[in-house]
């Protein structure tokens, strides 16, 4: 079994600053991506970014574009969303999650951590 736990999260103004980390543990494979869901109120969960394990390639969907940076060390099996210039429209409660490389699909994504709330302040 694999066990995803995420943590980071909290009340930010607008125009600040978050970085959520999601600590994995469990069997060890390279054909994976780690990637960050999240769901807001009334919403369906909905992909957010994602890295592949073994070579880094990073993905967003084009509402964080240059204002959320996803990354691994993967020494410390751990994945990492940082999240700059953050709307109001962020906020959600945020998954880490793993599954296979080239989908965002939440359905293909066997391993989910808890979530951890993000919320902004205007």
């Known amino acids: 079994q694999v066990q995803l736990v995420e943590s980071g999260g909290g009340l930010v103004q607008a125009g600040g600053s978050l970085k959520l980390s999601c600590v994995a543990s469990g069997r060890t494979v390279s054909n994976f991506r780690m990637a960050w869901f999240r769901q807001a109120p009334g919403k369906e969960r909905e992909f957010v970014a994602a890295?592949?394990?073994?070579?880094?390639?990073?993905y967003y969907t084009d509402s964080v574009k240059g204002r959320f940076t996803i990354s691994r060390d993967n020494a410390k099996n751990t994945v990492y969303l940082q999240m700059n210039s953050l709307k109001p429209e962020d906020t959600a409660v945020y998954y880490c999650?793993?599954?296979?490389?080239?989908?965002?699909?939440?359905?293909?994504?066997?391993?989910w951590g808890q979530g951890t709330q993000v919320t902004v302040s205007s």
């Open positions: 999650a793993r599954g296979p490389i080239n989908t965002v699909d939440p359905a293909r994504y066997a391993y």
């Open positions: 890295i592949t394990w073994s070579g880094g390639s990073t």
